[in-house]
């Protein structure tokens, strides 16, 4: 059964996925990509995301092959859309 929760967090790795269709080369940390790329988002629906929430949808998109993660020496992760490799 979906809850109220899992539809909130469908909502925002929708606008991650929004955001990086018009913002390609984005790269950000977990903040930046809460202050950020759901800015737009968070104003126009009036719905926040924490940064737990934030975290979850990145690790969902990360399942999908949709984003990755870069370890960023100690310093934490920085999230990107997945490059893909030329054939």
């Keep these: 059964m979906r809850t109220t929760t899992d539809a909130h967090l469908d909502r925002v790795v929708e606008a991650i996925k929004d955001y990086l269709s018009r ?34 949808a990145l690790e969902r998109l990360q399942e999908i092959g949709e984003v990755e993660a870069l370890e960023l020496g100690g310093a934490g992760l920085l999230w990107r859309a997945t490059r893909r490799k030329a054939v």
């Design 23 to 56: 913002h390609p080369g984005a790269a950000d940390s977990e903040i930046g990509v809460a202050q950020w790329w759901l800015h737009g988002w968070q104003q126009a629906s009036g719905e926040g995301a924490s940064a737990d929430e934030v975290r979850q």
